[in-house]
Nanobody
Framework: QVQVTETGGSVVQVGKSLRLSCTAS????????MGWFRQGPGKENEREWVAAIVFGGGPFYADSMRDRFTISRETENTVVLQMSDLRPEDTAIYYC????????????????????WGRGTQVTVSS
């Protein structure tokens, strides 16, 4: 089974940029999409979709994220989330996930469609 690991979380000031990286173990051929979700403070059990990239397809963004966040596939197994103009409300644990199931379509904005999750990386934006 594919395992994913996130890196790059940090404490940053308002308006700054931050780059998160997610690396998946195992063959990239088994991965259909990789996505980023976030869970803000006090929002346990609520993971907000941020962005995703379909392998062999394009990037997708939540409407509120597309102006400041960019997702890209840096290597065969690594996806990067570049975040700019960070705001206090961006403070959250950011999770990376991979979708590997072989049947049906993958709704990249739906957490249940991903089957491998990382442990998360903390991003704190201070004012």
């Amino acid at each position: 089974q594919v395992q994913v690991t996130e890196t790059g979380g940090s404490v940053v000031q308002v308006g700054k940029s931050l780059r998160l990286s997610c690396t998946a173990s195992g063959p990239a051929s088994t991965i259909r999409a990789m996505g980023w979700f976030r869970q803000g403070p006090g929002k346990e059990n609520e993971r907000e979709w941020v962005a995703a990239i379909v392998f062999g397809g394009g990037p997708f963004y939540a409407d509120s994220m597309r102006d400041r966040f960019t997702i890209s596939r840096e290597t065969e197994n690594t996806v990067v989330l570049q975040m700019s103009d960070l705001r206090p409300e961006d403070t959250a644990i950011y999770y990376c996930a991979a979708a590997t199931r072989t049947w049906g379509n993958v709704d990249v904005g739906t957490a249940d469609d991903y089957d491998s999750w990382g442990r998360g990386t903390q991003v704190t934006v201070s004012s």
